[in-house]
C-alpha cells in the first residue's frame, strides 16, 4: 500500500485548509491512518488520527479545530483544518502501519499573513 498526501498552501491565520490522504492497492478499509506533522526545527508531532472503524483522537492543540474524517469509497482520509494559527506551520504527513510503517510524502502548510 502507498499513501499520498497534498491539499497544503498557504493561508492566513483564522483560515481553513482539507488535507487529504489516499491511498492505493486494493485495501478498501485501510487500518488506523494518523496525520503527523513537524514545523523547522522540532520534532514531529501526532495531530489526529482514525480508526478504521472511523474512532478518532485528536491532540490537545488542535482538538476543537481539526477534523479527521474518512471515505473508504473514495481511499481518502482528510484533516479539515479550521481557525488556523502561525504555530500550526508545518509539514504534514500522514502515516499508517500494513505490515510495515508507511509514510506518504509530506505536504507543507503555511499559516501567515
Known amino acids: 500500500v502507498q499513501l499520498q498526501a497534498f491539499g497544503g498552501g498557504l493561508v492566513q491565520p483564522g483560515g481553513s485548509l482539507r488535507l487529504s490522504c489516499a491511498w492505493s492497492g486494493s485495501i478498501v478499509n485501510i487500518n488506523t491512518v494518523s496525520w503527523y506533522r513537524q514545523a523547522p526545527g522540532s520534532q514531529r508531532d501526532l495531530v489526529a488520527s482514525i480508526t478504521s472503524g472511523s474512532s478518532t483522537n485528536y491532540a490537545g492543540a488542535v482538538k476543537g479545530r481539526f477534523t479527521i474524517s474518512r471515505d473508504n469509497a473514495k481511499k481518502t482520509v482528510y484533516l479539515q483544518m479550521d481557525s488556523l494559527k502561525p504555530e500550526d506551520t508545518a509539514l504534514y504527513c500522514c502515516?499508517?502501519?500494513?505490515?510495515?510503517?508507511?509514510w506518504g510524502q509530506g505536504t507543507l502548510v503555511t499559516v501567515s499573513s
Open positions: 502515516y499508517t502501519l500494513y505490515g510495515r510503517p508507511v
